[in-house]
């Protein structure tokens, strides 16, 4: 720590600052501050400081230059996170910043605001009116954001309806994980002329009940690395891919090993076969050879989505799935990797079929609510004689829970 002539405190060495509890701090930087104040600063976390206006004003935005991790929570009074208002040059915003994390800010009306934008009501959470970017961030959650809360902690209609989380004018060019959760004034994601990080791994969305669609047509080819997906209770969304205008040789999400659809009712797992089909069909795993590299799927409760049988790669090592009136058959083929299965309320399910002796790997089966379910193997592609469920063929099973009115072990019918 040191003093300037002028008597005011400068922390040239401080490399973390953590503010807990201050319920009366309204502001944390004085504005006369040298610019070289904090310059050493990589991390800044800020919980529960009820009357903060702002976290990071515009005439201190060049001094954060070794900042990396961010994590406000809990500010409920917080309008932005950067107040650029008299910034004169924008363009790359704290070029080391690394983590983005935003929790709880019920009356934020927007991440960053620049000059004239103070009465502009129609901008997402994340649009700048300035081309901005931020070079290195590569985690950002948001949670709980732009909703106003009464003392009782009951939530109130938004105070603001974000259409658009992310503006065409901000980029993340490394960005590799995005968390968004409890939105409930958003309606997309990504604004039309938006360019996203091609370096996405993971995707995560919970909770946004006013969300449409996920990704747009335009966007699917920048998630070439996405490896997991997870969509849960977003009661209006029909689309987890929109993809009308590509084929399915386009390279849609290649690298993808995981995927949960959790509690999304209105859902419409539906895909267009070419360029100049104008047929869609619905979700045939078969058929959506983007999916052979997946080794995890979770659709629990997502409308009728799939097909009255369905047929699953070979890679797949845990499959869930819950509330399908629908579903009559599901085949594995040959070599199964499965190693966890769970299967609730299937009411149709009546078979489900595996060529080879691969059954010996699962180690979790759970099967609830199953009413027509009889378990059928068949040893080999050509072997027509079927054999029923025997738990002795499962040398790798740790845990089994089974609640059908029949299942077939070692060949004798028994009651569950």
Known sequence: MECTSLGRVLFSNLEKLELFNLLELKEIWHHRLPHDSFSNLRI???????????????HLIQSFKNLKEINVSWCWNLKHVFDLQGCDTYGEILPKLEILLLDYLEELKGIIICNNEENDNT????????????????????????????????????????????????????????????????????????????KLRILSVDNCPR???????????????????????????????????????????????????????????????????????????SKFTALEHIKELHIINCGNPLDEKVSFFPNLEVLVLERFSKLKKIDFGTKPKLRTLILKNLPELSNIRSNGDENAKIEILKLEELPKLRLTFYKDKNDNMPYHLSLFKFTALKHIKCKTREISISGVRAKS
């Open 44 to 58: 800044l976390i800020v919980i529960g400081c009820r009357s903060l206006l702002n976290i990071i004003p515009c």
């Open 123 to 198: 901008r997402g959470l994340f649009s700048p009116s300035m081309p901005m970017t931020f070079q290195n961030l590569k985690c950002l959650s948001i949670d709980h954001c732009g909703e106003e809360v009464e003392d009782g902690g009951n939530v109130n209609i938004p105070m603001e309806e974000h259409e658009v989380l992310f503006g065409e004018k901000v980029s993340f060019p490394k960005l590799e994980e995005l968390k968004l959760s409890s939105l409930s004034m958003l309606k997309k994601i990504w604004h039309p002329q938006h360019k996203f990080s091609d």
């Open 211 to 285: 969300l449409a669609n996920l990704i747009p047509s335009h966007l699917i080819q920048s998630f070439q690395n996405l490896k997991e997906l997870v969509v849960d209770d977003c009661k209006v969304l029909e689309y987890v891919f929109d993809h009308q205008g590509l084929n399915r040789d386009d390279g849609i999400l290649p690298k993808i090993e995981i995927l949960k659809l959790e509690e999304l009712p209105k859902l419409r797992l539906t895909f267009y076969e070419d360029k100049n089909d104008n047929m869609p069909y619905h979700l045939s795993l």
